[in-house]
């Protein structure tokens, strides 16, 4: 048995240096003369990016790994480790990073880290295209059956039933029917699409091919946002693989059923991820959307009936063919079955992917693989979930269940997995206007509520956060967030006011306190900002003299510091390093 060396390539591990702490690996064994005994395998990113990450697994010591790993430490690592049989204690991860994984329950992620994306012996090996193989010999109407069971819900965000969509195209009417899939992953800081993947293509392709044998298609899409280039890179290597296998194209698997799959790359529209811009985007047209209905199930791609689900759903589809539905509907709460991954970011000490359960609470996905905050001082504030569209919870509304019905009635949107925790030092009023102004950015302009009411929207958010704020404004963006929510043409406009109507419910104090008080609670609006020291709580420390990049700020030891507002750039220095919030 060889040794394996696992190394993280993802994204993340190669912009921290991977490809050269793999190319030092090689030459340490070289000249160890372990190169024959050791197996090197690229893996895609786990999740927790500690990069660059390595496993190094021997039958003496099982596996061990190493975080941070720098080409430098690489010797260190060969010489301790495979020669000595001792491993590196100081670069070993730690109990949190146990514990990181130890909370999550990873079905769609299980082969991410642990496969190399690129070889389909690799995916084989670890029972890949066995669902394909047993869902050949289950037939389409069983095969449906079994998704309808399961109780698995689309994962891009509406979480509509996804064998109850799949009966949906097969009985539409057609001789030529199309599976699309969804990888325009656009919604700020998420990255579930990618990271799946980067590291685990195969699984999306295999539920591409299931799908497709089930409803009656000879043919798929996979439209893959183009600023994804390793995601772009891994796929075709992929559908290649797939090809040569037999896998994919003629007679697959020497059955009477073919299919192929055709990678189209997306030009960076948000709007491309509603599904009927998808499709309009693919046809060559622009990507705007259209009326429904038709949905696409009825009338698609061409004009024909079209399946469309998103990256984690597919890659759902191989786990629920061969271990069931009963196991795969036991996962989660009554109403969402199964799990969900979600990329963490914010003011915690793991960000990353997890995946859990379904019906997990807020709070237990934050303080179990998320870590808690980040800062003992910082205290949690809000919980921005669903992405630009979703919505912002307050720290009262921690204990709701993560699933689609109990989400939806915070006023948020389960969406496609974006989770971001904030904490005092986030302005909310500012974190409206921020999710506003993206979804401005990328209306494509085709309805007049999301062209015209947004943008009234975003004017109104920029005026209270500059000091210009009125009492009416209120009323203003509740009633026009209302009115485009309920008029605007496709998803991005129904849900772009989200994120202003749940920080009006849940923080409407700081709303009021830009507005009668011109002040910012979280001291972020910069025309809100007096740059004064308050001497009640400065502690005289002089960290804020010393951040100053221009010589604005006058201090001595054992004195306050005095802020010259001639000089100063309003730069927020001073704001960001002070832990005592002595200046407002």
């Known amino acids: 048995m060889k040794v394996k060396i ?110 190399n994306p690129e070889d389909i012996d690799d995916y084989i090996a670890h029972g890949g295209y066995k669902a394909l193989d047993k869902a ?132 960076g529209a948000f709007v491309c991820g509603e599904e009927t811009a998808l499709l309009a985007s693919i046809e060559g047209r622009r990507g705007t959307p259209r009326p429904k209905p038709p949905f696409p199930a009825q009338q698609g791609l061409w004009g024909n009936p079209t399946l469309i689900n998103n990256v984690e759903t597919l890659a759902n589809i191989r786990h629920i063919i061969i271990k069931g539905a009963e196991w795969f509907s036991s996962i989660g709460s009554e109403r969402s079955k199964g799990t969900k991954v979600f990329a963490l970011a914010g003011k915690i000490k793991n960000t990353g992917l997890v995946e859990v359960p379904m019906g997990t609470t807020i709070r237990q996905l934050i303080y179990g693989p998320g870590g808690g905050m980040i800062s003992k001082k910082g205290n949690l504030k809000a919980v921005q979930i669903g992405g630009p569209s979703g919505g912002c919870l307050p720290e009262s509304l921690l204990d709701t269940p993560i699933d689609y019905e109990s989400i939806t009635q915070t006023g948020a949107i389960m969406g496609s997995g974006g989770m971001i925790v904030m904490d005092e030092s986030s302005c909310m009023v500012d974190i409206a206007k921020f999710f506003t102004s993206f979804t401005v950015a990328e209306s494509c302009g085709k309805c007049v509520p999301c062209r015209v009411g947004l943008k009234r929207m975003l004017e109104v958010l920029e005026e209270i956060t500059r000091g210009k704020g009125k009492e009416e404004h209120i009323n203003f963006l509740q009633e026009m967030a209302t009115t485009v929510k309920n008029t605007a043409l496709c998803g991005l406009g129904q849900t772009a006011p989200n994120p202003v109507l749940t920080t009006i419910r849940y923080f409407l104090d700081e709303y009021k306190a830009h507005i009668k008080e011109k002040k910012c609670p979280a001291r972020v609006c910069i025309e809100l900002l007096k740059f004064e020291v308050v001497e009640e709580r400065c502690v005289r420390c002089g960290r804020c003299y010393k951040a100053c990049p221009v010589g604005a700020i006058e201090w001595k030891k054992k004195e306050y510091p005095r802020i010259d507002k001639d000089k100063c750039i309003k730069c927020k220095s001073c704001i960001n390093v002070c832990e005592f919030r002595a200046i407002q």
């Open 136 to 267: 050949l010999d289950m037939g389409p109407e069983k095969v449906i059956r079994e998704i309808k069971k399961s109780g698995l819900r689309g994962r891009g965000g509406a979480g509509f039933p996804t064998g109850l969509k799949w009966e949906f195209c097969k009985n539409a009417e057609g001789d030529v029917k199309y599976v699309v899939c969804n990888a325009d992953e656009g919604d700020p800081g998420a990255f579930m699409d990618r990271s799946i993947l980067e590291g685990d293509p195969h699984s999306v392709i295999e539920g591409m091919i299931i799908a497709g044998y089930a409803i009656g298609a000879n043919e798929g899409y996979i439209y893959c946002r183009a600023e994804y280039p390793l995601v772009v890179k891994r796929l075709s290597t992929a559908l290649s693989q797939a090809k040569e296998k037999r896998l994919l194209g003629e007679s697959v698997l020497d059955s009477k059923f073919s299919f192929d799959i055709n990678l189209i790359q997306g030009a």
């Open 6 to 115: 696992l190394i993280c390539m993802g994204t993340s591990g190669i912009s921290a240096g991977a490809k050269e702490v793999e190319r030092v690996f090689k030459d340490e064994l070289k000249q160890h003369k372990l190169i024959e005994k050791c197996k090197i395998v690229r893996t895609g990113d786990r999740g927790l990016f500690r990069d660059v990450l390595i496993d190094i697994i021997t039958p003496e010591l099982g596996r061990v790994t190493y975080e941070y790993v720098k080409p430098e430490d690489v010797s260190k690592i060969v010489e301790r480790h495979l020669v000595e049989g001792k491993p590196v204690k100081e670069l070993e991860v730690g109990k949190d990073y146990e514990e990181f994984f130890s909370t999550q329950m990873r079905v769609v992620l299980s082969n991410c880290g642990e496969i």
